[in-house]
């Protein structure tokens, strides 16, 4: 099986900053992708960004120039900077990989449990 672990959540003032760490392990061939989403309170689950390789990351607009996402490919981690934190970025982050599980295998979508991140003012 697969498990991913993420960490580094926490609650921080406006403005600052919080960095998310997620791990991947278990039976991995190769994780093709891997990223964050978050899900505010009555909001749906919304992708933060996600990274196909290190040269190719796709961001939501509310967190360009803010937000920074990155992996360490060794590790099987991916990392999320966050910076300039706001009020509207309250939410539970979830990391998410595509996973191949063996050689030529499907790809399978995996998700953490989640770690809080809350802003105040």
């Known amino acids: 099986q697969v498990q991913l672990v993420e960490s580094g959540g926490g609650l921080v003032q406006a403005g600052g900053s919080l960095r998310l760490s997620c791990v991947a392990s278990?039976?991995?061939?190769?994780?093709?992708?891997m990223g964050w989403y978050r899900q505010g309170p009555g909001n749906q689950r919304e992708l933060v960004a996600r990274?196909?390789?290190?040269?190719?990351?796709d961001y939501q607009d509310s967190v360009k120039g803010r937000f920074a996402i990155s992996r360490d490919n060794a590790k099987n981690a991916v990392y999320l900077q966050m910076n300039s934190l706001r009020l509207e970025d309250t939410a539970v982050y979830y990391c998410?990989?595509?996973?191949?599980?063996?050689?030529?295998?499907?790809?399978?979508?995996?998700w953490g449990q989640g770690t809080q991140v809350t802003v105040s003012s």
């Open positions: 998410n990989a595509r996973i191949q599980r063996r050689p030529q295998g499907p790809e399978n979508s995996f």
């Open positions: 278990g039976n991995i061939f190769r994780i093709n992708l």
């Open positions: 990274l196909i390789s290190n040269n190719n990351p």
